[in-house]
């Protein structure tokens, strides 16, 4: 598989819009928009609530990557009986 560096374009902080769905590239994680800090990083929240992050690089996932992030989000819910 190839690693996320090679997956998708990277998007500037700038340009990403508050709910996006994004994946910071450095982690690997996935989170939905929540704020930009100066232009410089993006503020990240997990799908099903949590501790925000901060990430300077991120990118869009792939559309594969979108649907197994969404469906195991769902699954998450479904488990703690939301």
């Not at 996320?4 to 910071?24: F, I, S, Y």
Request: aromatic letters at 2%; one cysteine or more.
């Amino acid at each position: 598989m190839a690693s996320t560096e090679e997956q998708g374009t990277h998007v500037a902080p700038k340009d990403c819009e508050l709910g996006a769905l994004m994946m910071d590239v450095r982690s690997g994680a996935v989170g939905i928009v929540m704020g930009r800090d100066d232009n410089v990083r993006v503020q990240l929240r997990p799908l099903n609530g949590g501790r925000e992050w901060d990430a300077d690089r991120v990118r869009r996932p792939t559309a594969r990557e979108e649907l197994d992030i969404r469906l195991g989000a769902r699954d998450e819910m479904r488990r703690r009986g939301l």
